[in-house]
């Protein structure tokens, strides 16, 4: 299971909008993926809800899991968007 940490990029952090940005594309990947605050206990990262329960905050590292093919690829895209200003997009 390929796993990284990323620092959260959107200025108001993991609330609706980018939460919502991100958990669709979490699914879109078609691999299993978590996300959880570093030492947390992680949530799947495809609910908007799981993610909204975490109260992520800009600047926050948190930890992304994949598990399944192309997780690596998939590890890769989620991190980038993550690190990115989704308040924006």
Do not use: C, W, Y
């Amino acid at each position: 299971m390929p796993s990284t940490t990323a620092v959260v990029g959107s200025a108001s952090g993991m609330h609706a909008r980018p939460a919502s940005l991100f958990s669709q594309a979490a699914a879109a990947t078609g691999v299993s993926v978590t996300i959880g605050k570093v030492g947390g206990k992680p949530v799947n990262a495809a609910s908007i809800l799981g993610l909204l329960t975490l109260g992520i905050d800009h600047g926050e590292e948190v930890t992304l899991t994949t598990e399944g093919d192309n997780a690596e690829e998939a590890l890769a895209t989620l991190t980038a968007l993550l690190e990115s200003n989704l308040d924006e997009a």
